[in-house]
């Protein structure tokens, strides 16, 4: 047994009488089927048998008994196995007791310290005139038209649209694209685009290197530089509509139920203010859990820390995949970034191992009638009936997953409500 680790050893024995049993029993099975020359079926003798078949009935007796005595061991000595055990060092001799070594892991012991006084402190959101004013501003943004510009050249501010052909250097395939609208000086704007369009007039043919950060959003030109051709069709003004009534009604829709500025106002300030507090709850949530990892130091079962792995990489390729992005073609060592995400695995796991035990200590669990509104709130989503989704998780065998995922929520949110809130004012970097 090693003291920092949840990896445990035993060693057992099964007495010679009960394996000379087992093995009597196993052999009489097999005698009754088996087929040996010069015998008719279950009329060969038992010697025979045994030394015909000595290792097909050590091998049955090993698997039949292991199991059973090993788990009578594990209930005495009250340890409970978070991985299969691995079964090795098998001592197998005739007359004698059966010896093996067991091998796995459990869970940690420990105190479970302070809970229900934790103190943390989260950012003050504000929710006031200055951003009601930048919400309305981003509405006109969005709503703003784009008017062809004549007689002067771009500048900052204006959209330029061109038709490009770019090549990459070293070699490879080309980009060409038209009616391509360029924001000049806009923070999405490559910087050579900016520099080479400002001044430029329709009917110009500009000519430059542009190189893609290693970060740029489409992967396929992310990290790459091209030699681009640019031929410059047109100018155009961002013209952003009036602030009135009737940009009220066109920008929020019918379904927002405003009509007037002042409305508009009042409806984007309770947002913000709903906003502010999911914010709020969500951070103070994820320091509770900080503040209680911190506070408790005991060992992970590295099997729990292995599937947690698994999990934040299975959830990157499908965050990956749901932006186009095929995994697949990626450039990436895969084994070195999930090897990446050990330090916060080891940490997720310490979070559900205390919630599980606070849960336990404050009698808290998921009813099946909150399984059934999660179930029913996942079906109308995915768009399948909630009888449907029931029968497939229940197959999938998920259904104590997502019950013991209700069982966590629940116990965050009793320490979220157990726990002093302080708003400090938000570091400006």
């Known amino acids: 047994m090693t003291e920092a680790t949840c990896r445990r050893e035993i060693e057992l024995e099964i007495p010679a009488d009960n394996v000379a049993k087992a093995a009597e029993k196993v052999a009489r099975d097999i005698a009754r089927i088996a087929r040996i020359p ?24 090993v698997q039949s008994l292991v199991p059973e005595y090993l788990e009578k061991a594990l209930g005495e000595k009250n340890l409970i196995p978070v991985t299969r055990p691995e079964v090795d060092k098998v001592e197998f001799k005739e007359g004698e007791p059966l010896k093996f070594r067991a091998i796995f892991e459990v869970l940690p012991e420990f105190e479970l310290g302070d809970y229900k006084n934790l103190q943390v402190q989260v950012d003050e959101i504000e929710a006031g005139d200055p951003q009601v004013d930048k919400a309305i501003e981003e509405m006109r943004e969005r709503a703003a038209t784009f008017v062809p510009v004549e007689g002067r050249a771009a500048k900052d501010g204006d959209s330029v649209l061109i038709k490009l052909k770019g090549v990459p250097t070293g070699g490879g395939e080309p980009v060409e694209a038209d009616n391509v609208l360029v924001p000049l000086g806009a923070e999405e704007t490559l910087a050579s685009f900016t520099e080479n369009l400002r001044g ?14 290693d970060d740029y959003p489409d992967k396929k030109l992310a990290g790459k530089t091209y030699d681009f051709s640019v031929d410059v069709e047109g100018i155009k003004e961002k013209k952003l509509p009036e602030l009135n009534d009737d940009f009220v009604k066109e920008a929020a829709g019918e379904k927002a139920e405003v009509a007037t500025l002042d409305e508009l106002r009042k409806k984007i300030r309770e947002n913000l203010e709903a906003s502010k507090e999911h914010q709020q709850a969500s951070q103070a949530r994820d ?16 099997a729990l820390i292995e599937g947690q792995m698994d999990t934040r990489l299975e959830r990157m390729v499908r965050s990956l995949a749901s932006q186009g992005v095929d995994p697949r073609g990626m450039n990436v060592d895969w084994t070195a970034l999930r090897r990446q995400q050990r330090d916060r695995s080891v940490t997720d796991v310490k979070a559900e191992l205390l919630l599980d035990r606070i849960a336990t200590a404050e009698k808290i669990d998921a009813t099946e009638e909150e399984l059934e509104k999660e179930i029913s709130h996942l079906a109308e989503h995915g768009g399948e009936s909630a009888t449907a989704l029931r029968a497939r998780l229940t197959k999938q065998g998920a259904l104590d997953t ?4 209700l069982r966590s929520n629940k116990t965050i949110d009793w320490l979220y409500s157990n726990a002093r809130i302080e708003k400090t004012a938000k570091s400006e970097k």
């Open 38 to 61: 010069g015998f008719r079926p279950g009329k060969a003798p038992i010697t025979l048998v045994r030394r015909r078949f000595a290792d097909d009935i050590q091998g049955e007796v």
């Open 200 to 213: 430029a007039s329709a009917g110009d043919t500009k000519k430059f290197e542009a190189r893609y950060p």
């Open 287 to 302: 320091k509770i859990l900080e503040q209680l990892v911190s506070k408790h130091d005991f060992p992970v079962p590295e």
């Open 402 to 405: 997502m019950k013991s995922k």
